[in-house]
């Protein structure tokens, strides 16, 4: 593995446990700094950390990146043209979809219940935080397809024949969400991912689908989260998981 992808490995995985430093610095400058109530600074918190610490995580991931391109010229090879792209990506929509719609009713055969506690839990996020709508929808998806599809399943997929590297992928980038429960659906989703850019070379590709998918999931919960809800506990499709 690239000496930069490891440093872009090691930025997402503090990223994700930067809250044990970063809430307390949080919370201080907001009581002591600001003078801020305290009952409101436990509540914004983390959706204050949250924010700043995926913005910070991107930034030092698109310059590394950046670095890494330049310096491998990575990805220019293709011959894929913009339009092939763009279609590739809306389809990758669809197949996301339809992937998450298929591991639900497998899900639900074996007794799962469907609904994710990560995507009610971001949606109110959301609700108390408008902006968090951007790390959910935009950030988020671009972090995690350049991590885990970009360096996971594009390293691996040099030594290991597609379906071990996208399957082995996947479940890593499952288990990365901490839904155990539900780790069918987040590995059928980024086995879908994986196979977007395996057939573009273009890791913009998913991360399009992801960043559209994970809007129109959100735009979804937020307009109407009742009739979701109702529609959830009726039939297999899960109404849409953030991944």
Do not use: C, D
């Amino acid at each position: 593995m690239k000496k930069e992808y490891a440093y872009i490995l090691i930025t997402y995985i503090a990223m994700q446990l930067s809250g044990y430093v970063g809430y307390p610095i949080v919370y201080l400058i907001g009581v002591k700094g600001f003078h801020t109530s305290e009952s409101y600074m436990k509540m914004m918190t983390p959706v204050y950390w949250i924010v700043i610490s995926f913005i910070s995580a991107l930034i030092i991931v698109l310059l590394i990146l950046r670095k890494s391109e330049r310096k491998y010229q990575l990805e220019r090879s293709t011959p894929l043209s913009a339009g092939k792209s763009i279609s590739w990506a809306v389809g990758g929509i669809f197949l996301a979809f339809i992937a998450q719609t298929l591991a639900s009713i497998i899900e639900q055969m074996i007794g799962i219940k469907p609904g994710s506690e990560n995507t009610q839990r971001i949606v109110n996020l959301i609700e108390t935080f408008p902006i968090v709508v951007v790390v959910s929808s935009i950030i988020g998806p671009i972090l995690e397809e350049i991590v885990f599809r970009k360096i996971i399943f594009g390293t691996l997929n040099k030594y290991l024949s597609f379906f071990s590297s996208a399957l082995i992928s996947s479940v890593i980038f499952g288990l990365a969400h901490m839904e155990f429960v539900h780790l069918l659906l987040y590995s059928a989703m980024g086995f879908t991912f994986a196979f977007l850019y395996k057939k573009t070379n273009r890791i913009l590709v998913p991360i399009s689908a992801h960043v559209i998918m994970n809007t129109i999931v959100v735009i979804a919960q937020l307009l109407n989260r009742e009739e979701i809800q109702k529609i959830i506990e009726k039939q297999s499709f899960i109404g849409g998981l953030f991944s």
